[in-house]
């Protein structure tokens, strides 16, 4: 009986908040690999991109709320991510075709695209602050739980509870319908086979016909796609806050090296490693470990290996083991 609770104490603290948390940052790092494999740069603007994707999601919402469209026991945010995609799509082209196209067509080093990416960063977020606010904004609604601690505790007679969070549920089946649809798409397409042509060898591509304003496109939208859904699943499983977005480059940049920058797969792989290395390290095991631990080995502190303030600095320190020890990340990326 102490193991059953002590699973579920772990499930409830740890298993299933890091996979909806791995979900989120694997959406994020998918859109930063495509970038980065595709138009060959680091794109630090990505976070702010999420923000008025979610930005955009979230201001639909209120008004579908207004006009007393609601989906029951779903949040109406589900049915305003389209116009948060075509916002974020927007912004993203236009951004793109005054910005990003220029320095393409000057051939310009990587890293002159990335300190660029980082002024369009600043823009992103100012413009953000500016429509919408610096402080939290709540938009979820519908049901909060699929099941929630009383009722699981009667179901089925243990001391501890546990709660699954609707946005939890939602958070895992959307990325996981995403994710199918992108290798999909990339895969069995004539336009995702065009991108990843174009990835691998850009002189060969353009050799063979492929148009690279086209893939270029392409890319964006769907790099805009993944931004507004990841976002607005983050928004609503936790909160939307301007800043907070800009905080998550660091561990979605994290899963995107650590599976393999260019890697779609490493993109995943890596959200999944950095989410359960954040919510492990800075969760108290206590409670865990008294169900576990006879009576006299029960430890009298919490267990907490590191405050949650330093949650990202968990990120930080994986990023510069891999960079030192394996700077290919886990799938060796370059490629889609």
Request: glycine fraction near 10%; hydrophobic fraction near 55%; avoid cysteine.
């Amino acid at each position: 009986m102490d193991f059953l609770n002590a699973l579920v104490a772990l499930s409830n603290f740890v298993l299933i908040p890091a996979i909806a948390y791995g979900s989120q940052l694997a959406l994020g790092a998918l859109g930063v690999t495509l970038i980065y494999g595709i138009l060959r740069f680091s794109n630090f603007a990505h976070g702010d991109t999420m923000a008025i994707g979610t930005m955009v999601t979230i201001l639909a919402t209120w008004g579908l709320q207004a006009m007393g469209v609601s989906l029951g026991p779903l949040p109406t945010a589900l049915l305003a991510i389209p116009a948060g995609i075509a916002g974020a799509a927007l912004l993203v082209l236009l951004t793109d075709r005054f910005v990003y196209r220029f320095y393409r067509e000057q051939k310009a080093k990587p890293v002159i695209l990335v300190i660029v990416s980082m002024g369009v960063m600043f823009i992103y977020n100012g413009v953000t602050r500016f429509i919408i606010g610096p402080d939290d904004q709540r938009f979820a609604d519908g049901e909060r739980f699929i099941i929630n601690a009383r009722q699981f505790k009667e179901m089925t007679g243990l001391d501890e509870g546990l709660a699954l969070k609707s946005t939890q549920g939602i958070t895992l089946i959307t990325a996981v319908i995403v994710v199918a649809l992108l290798f999909w798409f990339l895969n069995h397409t004539r336009t995702g086979k065009s991108m990843r042509a174009y990835s691998d060898n850009e002189d060969l591509a353009l050799l063979s016909g492929i148009n690279p304003e086209r893939v270029v496109m392409v890319t964006w939208l769907i790099v805009a796609a993944l931004a507004t859904v990841a976002g607005t699943l983050y928004g609503l499983d936790k909160s939307f806050k301007p800043f907070t977005y800009f905080q998550l480059l660091l561990p979605i940049f994290a899963s995107a090296i650590v599976g393999g920058l260019g890697s779609p797969l490493g993109a995943i792989a890596g959200g999944f490693i950095i989410a359960f290395s954040e919510v492990g390290i800075t969760y108290a095991w206590k409670k865990v470990l008294s169900y576990m631990l006879p009576e006299s080995l029960e430890p009298s502190g919490l267990v907490q290996l590191m405050s949650t303030d330093y949650k990202f600095a968990v990120s930080f320190v994986i990023l510069i083991i891999v960079l030192l020890f394996r700077p290919t990340g886990l799938f060796k990326g370059k490629s889609v």
